[in-house]
């Protein structure tokens, strides 16, 4: 069965009736065949770049979840050394500390409060509490987890950026040494 045009064609002498029945042949070949038609060159190309894309998205989110579980995984661990060195507190005094703007306390004794001030101690922070730990477990918790620590006396301050165009300004002022308040 040739359609139309194949008909006109051999009427006009322009096709060879083997040369369409050849057509044919490879048209049903194509219609019952099981396996498609291999991509032309551009949708392989194209083809090509969707999965290297797709590869490259599939590593930028395993490398993700893997820094995630990883940063999950210090945070275990920091809170594991947080609790085995915690020190129980006893005492009736309050140590007052400020975290997150507000001001915090707990209760200590004399020994404790001490220590807290000469940064021997510190306080960290357990879940919705506070615990106070030793310097050794300090340096452990903080490669591990920064911000756990919340109070740290024996670390020192960074000192706070002075607004030096004021100081140059008053320093032309001299202020006499026996002025008295």
């Known amino acids: 069965m040739r359609n139309p045009l194949q008909e006109q064609l051999l009427k006009a002498g322009l096709a060879k009736k083997t040369k369409i029945d050849q057509v044919a042949r490879e048209q049903a070949k194509q219609r019952n065949a099981k396996n498609p038609v291999a991509p032309v060159a551009e949708d392989r190309a194209d083809v090509d770049r969707l999965r290297l894309e797709k590869a490259e998205r599939d590593r930028a989110l395993s490398a993700e979840r893997n820094a995630q579980a990883r940063q999950q995984e210090l945070r275990a661990q920091a809170r594991q050394i947080v609790d085995q060195n915690k020190i129980k507190l006893e005492g009736e005094i309050e140590y007052r500390f400020t975290h997150e703007g507000a001001i915090r306390s707990i209760l200590v004794n004399e020994s404790l409060r001490r220590q807290l001030a000469q ?54 002022f001299k202020v006499p040494d026996d002025l008295i308040w």
């Open 119 to 172: 940064g021997q101690l510190v306080i960290a922070r357990l879940d919705a509490g506070y615990a106070v730990i030793p310097r050794a477990a300090v340096e452990k918790v903080d490669a591990r987890e920064p911000t756990m620590i919340v109070l740290d006396h024996g670390k020192p301050v960074a000192a706070a950026p002075e607004a030096g165009g004021d100081d140059e300004y008053y320093s032309k």
